[in-house]
């Protein structure tokens, strides 16, 4: 393989492109053609920069983590209407260098504009793709400003790679020099100019890659089954990532861990090697530059490793979750306890205890960034998205509901296992539920709509599922903000403007492959054959909010479909054109019949779009184009073009559609186009349209201040963004201000939603990030009834500032600033945050809310996108596109299996190529931050609020068990005490038998008096039995006593009790028998005693001790008992002299323990 030479020589031919720059234009002799630019943005004779106002900023992007800068920039050039996040990621992202002090240094968007568009311009004359000197200024004019004014960006790769050399060149030409062999390797085709036969494509590698630089997102890759190809194959994709892009590759050529390898033992398994690709993809940031790494990898669902492969990545997300949920919140939670164990309520107090007594290996809490040890250095498989390829077989099998079989990769004749093929489908519901991967390729369908058929299926794709080609491509991306293109005022779309600005991009796209290096020879020859591009949109969803249309809708659904159906007309126009002026892609004549197959399945399908706008049956309609055109549509794997015309039917959910007048604008211009396109002789591309993320390329196009990415809504009004490398964005998506002025709402409404959706950051961008209109709006009345919960809030903290408009101001810029530094109060922080949803904004029409839905609820609201409606979106775009869509299909927590399952068959039936599942907090991370139920489920203060309430619920029951009564029986074997007392000097004898408990105290109590049977005695045995009862349930024996001592009834007088002197000389009188029984019990368990049984010792024999089980009571040693003193309050009477509640009863006598007053009996 030779070497290209890169030592291109300096000339004097220079093109003054304005602002004092001038670009070399090397010498063209015998080139083909050449385009015509009309300028459209720009005028001839003007600076594209001329009407822009430049203002120069510090980019600070702060790590919420931290509280510390992870990204700081000082003075950086930015266009004066450039929103703070498209200046923060495109600075922090896209501008190169990192010491001020260096020539490389880029301090100015202008500088990473001019890189761009000038090394194009160069590249463009260079090759003859323009006709003169003023196409080329034209089209460097055009190009500038459409990325001046966030109208086009180009994918990630060109912003890190591009222009170093020429720029530099024009500038420092002294810096070529120290730039020779600098960059990674790479590789170029060459054709001699004029040959279109690819049998003499010839590839060289590069010496300095900043030359040619790798401007490509998306590879495509293939492998074999040998440890070579294997370990080459880690070489391949390590090459691939250090120079700013990702890789598709399916694993399925590689055999099975079931199959036998020679001599003993099994294969090791696609999956044991992929391992090893994805730690060397974490191990290499992209491009060396900011961002990860990113792979696709497939499985076809007959590869015996199948199911092994579905349940990868859950089994490694459940690690995360272990560690970024219960490990994390239980170490925030034993912080909260060391601040709660000493001073905090009783319930806090055990709580925190609770918590304390629990084991912890460290109390060390683990980032969830993709960088950070967990996710970035420890989990497997976390720098691929995983995917399993379904084939026709497989769906034949499901829908008939038979079943599938697994075969050797060594030996496809072989069967490894037969399952129905249901099963598969429960499996990948079963991990998508817990972790949302892996997602499905619909085979059969991507290669329907292979364009290169005679080449090969297509078994891949990017790691975002977009691009589908054959192994050993690559797709450079670029989209428009298509927002920039709507008529605000006609309702309309900028069609003629659209078309040009596709028209630059596809030339763009295509100079990427004539000029472009590649990381390994294969994909260079690959990418030169059939020079493939992925020209897309983002902001779709942006747009349907600003006109008030609801993304899950037939009129939202229809207005995308024929915007993306301009788009790709157009790309395949522009192809044409190049493909009559410069030649078409070299594998062209080989493989015509299948692009023109597609491409009029396009014109199909756009055909099928009017019968929307006729009212005709879309089903029928269907039937009756394939007919007509039935021998000049694909087919592939047991499809036909009947399924993809019926499956873009279903897409929609009835024919009878109120069809706006942006898309009968669209469908004139699309079915005019397609017309074009279909009698067009030759392409310069074999693939042209996809619809790509755009993740980091939507900060230049400033979606992430208004809008939403690629064809997705938004996902809430309000999101957090994590960044790839550290730091946090906060986005409030302002289009939904537009769309609510589109519906009709005044000016001050539209300032009151902006607060209620996004607090105080939203109110101070709806009034153009002036706190002075901030101010003033919020002195105007508002009737009480149409204000909001935020805006109640707010009132209540500035209250009496509202007439100080000083003090009202300096405030709110103190509440902002605490907001950013995070010592707001709970108050303070709703006001900053507000709700992320319009639900709660008392004045906005119920019909209205729909066009403000997102794909997941946020905070307290409850409305969302349905799983229908992102299927059905998917399934009206998809049959525009060259490759897929990359959206996800969002789902609530509250999703079944069965639901995923279900998802992934309506989206087959739809016609729709990829399909990635997304159930809400399935994941341990997310790249979009929102305040959602299973969010604070695994907040710590959230937790440790529910450990102390549930603690402080439990301890109540336990007070509320414990006080209830609970019945305490005596043991088998108990001692007891039998006296036998007389009352009224003999006329009534009994005997009293007191149980006692093994502690000593008193158990229950046995009487009897008189006669057996009689009445007195009856009621006396069934009173000591409820006297017993009480006793058992816990009524302390002193409170009985208290009750029913100086009970007074007949027999009553002197008494006598037992035979000891001890007793009789205590006890002499009583009331009554109950009395007396009170008297003998309290002399029995006296509370100078702790009411335990006093010491009979003396006068027991010692075979009178008893034991109940193991436990022996020990009489307790005699204490004189302090009874008889004089009581207030035992008797029921006051004395008739003083009156004390000393009136007591003595026998037949009464006195007065207090005043000494006598009252009958023997006198003194």
């Known amino acids: 393989m030779n070497s290209l030479d890169v030592t291109d020589p300096l000339t004097e031919t220079r093109l003054d492109v304005g602002?004092?720059?001038?670009?070399?234009?090397?010498?063209?002799?015998?080139?083909?053609?050449?385009?015509?630019?009309?300028?459209?943005?720009?005028?001839?004779?003007?600076?594209?920069?001329?009407?822009?106002?430049?203002?120069?900023?510090?980019?600070?992007?702060?790590?919420?983590?931290?509280?510390?800068?992870?990204?700081?920039?000082?003075?950086?050039?930015?266009?004066?209407?450039?929103?703070?996040?498209?200046l923060k990621i495109t600075a922090s992202k896209y501008l190169f260098g990192r010491d001020p002090d260096t020539p490389e240094y880029e301090d100015s968007l202008r500088h990473a504009f001019d890189r761009i568009a000038n090394t194009y311009t160069v590249w463009g004359w260079r090759h003859g793709y323009f006709a003169t000197e003023d196409d080329a200024l034209a089209y460097n004019h055009e190009l500038k400003y459409l990325l001046a004014f966030q109208m086009w960006a180009p994918n990630s790769p060109v912003w890190f790679n591009i222009g170093h050399w020429e720029q530099w060149r024009w500038g420092r030409p002294d810096l070529r020099k120290s730039m020779d062999n600098r960059g990674n390797r790479a590789f170029k085709a060459i054709m001699p100019e004029g040959d279109f036969d690819d049998r003499n494509l010839e590839v060289r590698e590069v010496s300095n890659a900043y030359i040619h630089p790798q401007a490509s997102a998306c590879f495509l890759m293939g492998i074999e089954d040998s440890m070579e190809k294997i370990l080459s194959h880690q070489i391949a994709e390590g090459g691939v990532f250090s120079s700013g892009s990702g890789i598709g590759v399916n694993l399925s050529s590689i055999r099975s861990s079931k199959e036998p390898i020679m001599g003993k033992g099994f294969a090791s398994g696609p999956i044991s090697f992929d391992k090893g690709f994805d730690r060397m993809a974490g191990a290499i940031k992209s491009g060396g530059k900011t961002r990860r790494a990113a792979r696709m990898v497939l499985l076809f669902a007959d590869h015996?490793?199948?199911?092994?492969?579905?349940?990868?990545?859950?089994?490694?997300?459940?690690?995360?979750?272990?560690?970024?949920?219960?490990?994390?919140?239980?170490?925030?939670?034993?912080?909260?306890?060391?601040?709660?164990?000493?001073?905090?309520?009783?319930?806090?107090?055990?709580?925190?205890?609770?918590?304390?007594?629990?084991?912890?290996?460290?109390?060390?809490?683990?980032?969830?960034?993709?960088?950070?040890?967990?996710?970035?250095?420890?989990?497997?498989?976390?720098?691929?998205?995983?995917?399993?390829?379904?084939?026709?077989?497989?769906?034949?099998?499901?829908?008939?509901?038979?079943?599938?079989?697994?075969?050797?990769?060594?030996?496809p004749t072989k069967v490894e296992d037969t399952f129905k093929a249901e099963d598969i489908l429960d499996a990948i519901a079963e991990c998508v539920w817990h972790n949302a991967e892996p997602g499905t390729h619909n085979n059969d369908f991507i290669n329907i709509w292979n364009p290169v058929k005679a080449d090969g299926d297509i078994y891949t794709s990017n790691p975002c599922s977009e691009y589908l080609h054959l192994n050993f491509t690559s797709c450079n991306?670029?989209?428009?903000?298509?927002?920039?293109?709507?008529?605000?005022?006609?309702?309309?779309?900028?069609?003629?403007?659209?078309?040009?600005?596709?028209?630059?991009?596809?030339?763009?796209?295509?100079?990427?492959?004539?000029?472009?290096?590649?990381?390994?020879?294969?994909?260079?020859?690959?990418?030169?054959?059939?020079?493939?591009?992925?020209?897309?949109?983002?902001?779709?969803?942006?747009?349907l909010m600003a006109m008030g249309i609801p993304y899950d809708s037939d009129e939202g659904r229809l207005i995308a479909s024929q915007l993306v159906s301009l788009l790709t007309s157009t790309c395949w126009k522009a192809s044409a054109e190049m493909g009559q002026e410069l030649g078409a892609y070299p594998r062209f004549e080989a493989t015509e019949s299948d692009l023109r197959e597609v491409l009029e399945l396009h014109k199909a399908v756009q055909d099928l779009s009017g019968a929307f706008s006729d009212g005709k049956d879309i089903e029928k309609e269907a039937e009756s184009l394939f007919k007509a055109r039935g021998s000049r549509l694909p087919m592939a794997q047991g499809l036909t073009s009947l399924d993809v015309l019926k499956g873009y039917a279903r897409?929609?959910?009835?024919?009878?559609?109120?069809?706006?007048?942006?898309?009968?604008?669209?469908?004139?211009?699309?079915?005019?186009?397609?017309?074009?396109?279909?009698?067009?002789?030759?392409?310069?591309?074999?693939?042209?349209?996809?619809?790509?993320?755009?993740?980091?390329?939507?900060?230049?196009?400033?979606?992430?201040?208004?809008?939403?990415?690629?064809?997705?809504?938004?996902?809430?009004?309000?999101?957090?963004?994590?960044?790839?490398?550290?730091?946090?964005?906060?986005?409030?998506?302002?289009?939904?201000?537009?769309?609510?002025?589109?519906?009709?709402?005044?000016?001050?409404?539209?300032?009151?939603?902006?607060?209620?959706?996004?607090?105080?950051?939203?109110?101070?961008?709806?009034?153009?990030?002036?706190?002075?209109?901030?101010?003033?709006?919020?002195?105007?009345?508002?009737?009480?009834?149409?204000?909001?919960?935020?805006?109640?809030?707010?009132?209540?903290?500035?209250?009496?500032?509202?007439?100080?408009?000083?003090?009202?101001?300096?405030?709110?810029?103190?509440?902002?600033?605490?907001?950013?530094?995070?010592?707001?109060?709970?108050?303070?922080?709703?006001?900053?945050?507000?709700?992320?949803?319009?639900?709660?904004?008392?004045?906005?029409?119920?019909?209205?809310?729909?066009?403000?839905?997102?794909?997941?609820?946020?905070?307290?609201?409850?409305?969302?996108?349905?799983?229908?409606?992102?299927?059905?979106?998917?399934?009206?775009?998809?049959?525009?596109?060259?490759?897929?869509?990359?959206?996800?299909?969002?789902?609530?927590?509250?999703?079944?299996?069965?639901?995923?399952k279900q998802c992934l068959v309506d989206c087959h039936d739809m016609g729709v190529k990829c399909v990635a599942l997304y159930r809400a907090d399935s994941k341990g991370i997310s790249v979009y931050n929102v305040d959602t139920p299973e969010g604070r489920k695994w907040n710590p203060d959230c937790v440790w609020d529910d450990l102390v309430e549930g603690v402080r619920q439990q301890v109540g029951e336990i007070v509320r068990e414990a006080s209830k009564p609970r019945r305490v029986?005596?043991?088998?074997?108990?001692?007891?005490?039998?006296?036998?007392?007389?009352?009224?000097?003999?006329?009534?004898?009994?005997?009293?038998?007191?149980?006692?408990?093994?502690?000593?105290?008193?158990?229950?109590?046995?009487?009897?008096?008189?006669?057996?049977?009689?009445?007195?005695n009856g009621m006396f045995e069934s009173f000591c039995k409820a006297f017993s009862i009480s006793l058992q349930y816990g009524v302390p024996l002193s409170s009985l006593i208290e009750s029913f001592r100086y009970t007074a009834f007949d027999p009553s007088g002197f008494t006598k009790v037992g035979d000891q002197e001890g007793v009789a000389d205590q006890i002499k009188t009583c009331k009554s028998v109950v009395d007396?029984?009170?008297?003998?019990?309290?002399?029995?368990?006296?509370?100078?005693?702790?009411?335990?049984?006093?010491?009979?010792?003396?006068?027991?024999?010692?075979?009178?001790?008893?034991?109940?089980?193991?436990?022996?009571?020990?009489?307790?040693?005699?204490?004189?008992?302090?009874?008889?003193?004089?009581?207030?309050?035992?008797?029921?009477?006051?004395?008739?002299?003083?009156?004390?509640?000393?009136?007591?009863?003595?026998?037949?006598?009464?006195?007065?323990?207090?005043?000494?007053?006598?009252?009958?009996?023997?006198?003194?």
């Open 19 to 86: 602002y004092g720059q001038s670009i070399l234009l090397d010498p063209r002799e015998d080139l083909l053609g050449g385009l015509t630019i009309d300028r459209v943005f720009t005028t001839d004779g003007k600076n594209p920069y001329e009407n822009i106002s430049w203002e120069r900023r510090d980019v600070v992007i702060m790590d919420w983590k931290t509280g510390k800068p992870s990204y700081e920039r000082k003075g950086v050039e930015v266009p004066s209407f450039w929103a703070e996040n498209a």
């Open 304 to 411: 015996p490793d199948i199911f092994q492969f579905i349940s990868a990545k859950n089994e490694q997300e459940n690690i995360g979750k272990i560690v970024l949920r219960e490990h994390n919140v239980s170490v925030a939670l034993k912080k909260k306890a060391e601040e709660y164990a000493t001073k905090g309520s009783p319930a806090e107090r055990m709580a925190a205890r609770i918590v304390l007594d629990m084991p912890m290996v460290t109390d060390r809490q683990y980032d969830s960034g993709m960088d950070d040890l967990l996710y970035g250095e420890t989990l497997a498989h976390q720098n691929a998205n995983h995917s399993v390829s379904l084939k026709g077989d497989f769906w034949k099998a499901y829908q008939t509901k038979g079943e599938y079989a697994t075969r050797w990769v060594s030996d």
């Open 477 to 543: 991306l670029s989209s428009f903000n298509v927002y920039r293109f709507y008529d605000r005022d006609s309702k309309t779309m900028k069609v003629e403007k659209m078309q040009k600005a596709i028209r630059l991009a596809m030339i763009a796209a295509d100079l990427n492959i004539e000029e472009g290096g590649f990381p390994i020879p294969e994909i260079a020859a690959g990418t030169y054959r059939y020079r493939t591009t992925g020209i897309g949109y983002a902001n779709v969803g942006g747009l």
């Open 651 to 900: 897409s929609f959910e009835g024919s009878d559609i109120a069809i706006p007048e942006i898309v009968t604008q669209l469908q004139g211009v699309n079915s005019d186009t397609w017309g074009e396109v279909i009698d067009s002789k030759r392409f310069r591309n074999s693939f042209t349209t996809v619809m790509a993320p755009t993740g980091t390329i939507s900060a230049p196009m400033g979606v992430y201040d208004e809008g939403t990415t690629s064809a997705e809504p938004d996902y809430t009004l309000v999101k957090y963004k994590n960044l790839s490398g550290g730091g946090m964005l906060k986005m409030f998506n302002t289009l939904a201000l537009e769309g609510l002025r589109t519906q009709g709402y005044t000016t001050q409404q539209v300032c009151e939603a902006a607060l209620e959706v996004a607090g105080l950051d939203g109110l101070y961008t709806a009034c153009g990030s002036r706190m002075g209109m901030v101010v003033r709006h919020l002195r105007q009345y508002i009737d009480e009834s149409q204000v909001g919960p935020i805006r109640q809030h707010l009132n209540e903290l500035i209250g009496f500032k509202i007439g100080d408009i000083p003090k009202l101001e300096a405030y709110l810029n103190e509440l902002r600033e605490k907001g950013q530094n995070g010592t707001a109060d709970a108050q303070e922080a709703v006001v900053l945050a507000g709700s992320s949803h319009v639900e709660d904004i008392p004045w906005l029409a119920e019909e209205h809310k729909g066009a403000f839905d997102c794909s997941a609820t946020s905070g307290t609201g409850k409305r969302s996108i349905l799983a229908k409606g992102h299927m059905r979106m998917l399934g009206a775009i998809q049959p525009f596109l060259s490759g897929a869509t990359s959206k996800t299909v969002n789902l609530p927590h509250t999703a079944t299996k069965e639901d995923i």
């Open 969 to 1016: 029986r005596l043991p088998g074997r108990r001692i007891s005490q039998t006296l036998k007392f007389e009352v009224g000097g003999g006329i009534m004898e009994g005997f009293l038998t007191v149980g006692i408990y093994p502690d000593g105290s008193c158990g229950e109590v046995f009487g009897r008096v008189g006669q057996a049977g009689s009445f007195a």
């Open 1076 to 1164: 007396a029984m009170m008297q003998i019990l309290q002399w029995l368990f006296p509370e100078s005693n702790g009411e335990k049984l006093i010491d009979f010792a003396a006068a027991v024999p010692a075979a009178a001790t008893a034991q109940s089980g193991d436990v022996t009571i020990k009489p307790a040693e005699e204490k004189k008992s302090s009874f008889f003193k004089s009581i207030q309050n035992k008797s029921a009477e006051s004395c008739p002299k003083c009156g004390s509640m000393a009136y007591v009863h003595d026998g037949k006598c009464r006195s007065c323990r207090d005043c000494g007053f006598k009252d009958g009996g023997c006198g003194e």
